[in-house]
């Protein structure tokens, strides 16, 4: 190792000077970091310059890498059921309002008999956690050992948890100095920062839903392509297959934003019925999922029909101590919204209406904050529906009803209601140039 490679100084010149970094160099300042080696002044220097020059792929690639090695990467390979190794398989979503996918799809995926270890974090800001969600269950738990979590993969094959500090340390560190440092927004950042996590997790493969839109983590398509096909190359060169869906999020998703509520909707779906776009987006993704799994052959929407689906959601939540039929906590408080005047609705802002289940309670402002299980938001129409004036709009959920007043002035806006001009003229339907949901699939090299 030359002596550079140990001057903070010169590692972080090379990058303000639109450098490329070294392995060495990118190595050792992670580790240094990580270690309380290097100073937060001069690592938030390293990462601003990192946001302005950007990084190459082998550079984000050994990024990733030195977060990954910086704490124990678990390692499912052992994993057997009928004395047969199981395949894991894994999603990750960058974040979208009303997006439960992951409750219907790990019990989904897992009843075609691959395994799925969703290691999931708490949600801050306008989209909420998944582990948030699920803890509306009476009884269940996110804190599981190795062990619990090995059981219940080979006995149940779905496993949602917490994952545990060991997984790239380094991560939660540079995360956290990211946040107070205005270097969130990076491509390279947020690959690397996403990837080891998932990386450090063990899956064998592995599905990323990136989402675009004004719900988004990132509004534009461009951008979003980018950090999909960045995020596949690092996964593949760690050796986890992997492959990325663009879906939209300029609408939110389903009915429904929150916690109890969401976990509501999405017994509607495991049970063959729920909102078209959940339905539409789950199977998609777990048409993703058993392709890389190599379950080929099957219709995923089959065993959301049949049953069996619902099946491993309840194997999954009696595993982890919760009651499958528990009726879910109901809030004591709920307002509605309703429609100033009568046409077609062409728009819902998904994030207006993150931002008001945030408001009503449903998500943190501050990492470690308590949620209310029973907060949220549900809407009674969705882009293209004909709606009179009067009707409601949005039914809002809260413990604490202060709430509804800074709800409601989120809301504010987060709809455009305009003439009925009627299906299949031009201008019906949604406004400007809808997307689909599922807009395009990345796959690696392509
Ligand atoms: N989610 C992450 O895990 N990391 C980022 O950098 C951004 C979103």
Redesign the pocket.
Known sequence: MSADVHDPISVIATKRDGGVLGDAQIEWAVDAYTRGRMAPEQMSALLMAIVLRGMGRREIATWTRAMVDSGRRADWRALRRDGRPLVTVDKHS??GVGDKITLPLAPLVASYGLAVPQLS?RGLGHTGGTLDKLESIPGWRAELSVDEMTAQLERVGAVVCAASPDLAPA?RLL?AL?DITGT?ESIP??AS??MS?KIAEGTGALVLDVKVGSGA?LPDLGAARELAATMVDLGERAGVATSALLTNMDTPLGRSAGNAVEVAESLEVLAGDGPDDVVELTVALAREMLELGGVTGVDPAENLRNGRAMDSWRAMVTAQGGDPDAPLPRAAHTDVVVAESSGRLRRMDARAVGDAAWRLGAGRSVPGEAVQAQAGVVWHAVPGDLIEAGATLFTLHTETPERFAPARAALSGAVEIGADIGDGEPGAGTSGDARPLVIERVRFGG
């Open positions: 960058t974040g974090g991560d995360y990211r969130v950042l947020i920062s996403i996590k983590f």
